[in-house]
């Protein structure tokens, strides 16, 4: 069993930055490989970002490439999500997750967190 508790949300006008922070306890480490995704109000939730189990390996979703970076610390067992030149429509909760499956499949996540909320204002 794996839980997640993000943090790091909030509320930022358009252009600015935020850092989500992900910590996972549990079965983690190098077990798993995280992922990033977003649900906007009235819409499904998507993909953003995700990371392989070493860490070498990253996957983005197009509407936030060369905006968001996803990073992890297996020492401190956290996944962070780096977000900049934020616009209106990132607006979201966003979710971090833990997958058995490649970093590449965007789907078949094992295990979720509750949620951070992200809000950009224009």
């Known amino acids: 069993q794996v839980q997640l508790i993000e943090s790091g949300g909030g509320l930022v006008q358009a252009g600015g930055s935020l850092r989500l922070s992900c910590a996972t306890s549990?079965?983690?480490?190098?077990?798993?490989?995280m992922g990033w995704f977003r649900q906007a109000p009235g819409k499904d939730r998507e993909f953003a970002a995700a990371?392989?189990?070493?860490?070498?390996?990253?996957y983005y979703a197009d509407s936030v490439k060369g905006r968001f970076t996803i990073s992890r610390d297996s020492a401190k067992n956290t996944v962070s999500l780096q977000m900049n030149s934020l616009k209106p429509e990132d607006t979201a909760v966003y979710y971090c997750?833990?997958?058995?499956?490649?970093?590449?499949?965007?789907?078949?996540?094992?295990?979720w967190g509750q949620g951070t909320q992200v809000t950009v204002s224009s």
């Open positions: 997750a833990a997958s058995t499956r490649s970093y590449l499949q965007t789907d078949g996540y094992d295990y």
């Open positions: 549990g079965r983690t480490g190098s077990m798993y490989a």
């Open positions: 990371i392989s189990r070493s860490g070498a390996g990253t």
